[in-house]
T-cell receptor
């Protein structure tokens, strides 16, 4: 089966610009997660969707980050405006349900100049 | 609050040596899952294993083995006869099993970089 697809693979922007990331989960997976991984650290959960509803967004910086999963399949994560501290790899993961292991995409490496 | 500690930042071994990665966790949940993920240089996190907190049996899968000890809150991972392809960052993670808002949320450790040289 196809894995979790993410795009773009790399993105370089200047601070205060906006950027968007796209994720297509494994077919049939109801739960979708976005993680932020800063260099040298473990991934940190930003937001968790169950179908098209938000389950947990307690660690999402809502003044600049937003995410949606309108039809319960694909998801987009947006940053506007970007700050230097947002430089990281953004990982998308999906699972069949919240009780099943998560499978990750290759991630988007974001560099802020 | 949940916490996962991987005290080893980097381990370097020569091919065919064994390597053990330590993982210590803290949680107030009575039921939970423990995981190990591998992150090769390509960046993708690869799922290796999940253990239920009720199941303390050690597990072996090929050259990989896991030692879960609830009494010491540890879930250690051993690679036997290491190979160059094992070079990666390995993450230990914890997830509550209870059906609350945190259900399914992974708490990762900082990771251990394993370098295997020929």
């Amino acid at each position: 089966e196809a894995g979790v697809a993410q795009s773009p693979r790399y993105k370089i922007i200047e601070k205060r610009q906006s950027v968007a990331f796209w994720c297509n989960p494994i077919s049939g997976h109801a739960t979708l997660y976005w993680y932020q991984q800063i260099l040298g650290q473990g991934p940190k959960l930003l937001i968790q969707f169950q179908n098209n509803g938000v389950v947990d967004d307690s660690q999402l910086p809502k003044d600049r980050f937003s995410a949606e999963r309108l039809k319960g399949v694909d998801s987009t994560l947006k940053i506007q405006p970007a700050k230097l501290v947002d430089s990281a790899v953004y990982l998308c993961a999906s699972s069949f349900d919240r009780d099943q292991p998560q499978h990750f995409g290759d991630g988007t490496r974001l560099s802020i100049l | 609050a949940q916490k996962v500690t991987q005290a080893q930042t980097e381990i370097s071994v020569v091919e065919k040596e064994d390597v053990t990665l330590d993982c210590v966790y803290e949680t107030r949940d009575t039921t939970y899952y423990l995981f190990w993920y591998k992150q090769p240089p390509s960046g993708e996190l690869v799922f290796l294993i999940r253990r239920n907190s009720f199941d303390e049996q050690n597990e072996i899968s090929g050259r990989y083995s896991w030692n879960f000890q609830k009494s010491t809150s540890s879930f250690n991972f051993t690679i036997t006869a290491s190979q160059v392809v094992d070079s990666a960052v390995y993450f230990c993670a914890l997830s509550p099993k209870v059906r609350t808002d945190s259900w399914g949320k992974l708490q990762f450790g900082a990771g251990t970089q394993v370098v295997v040289t020929p």
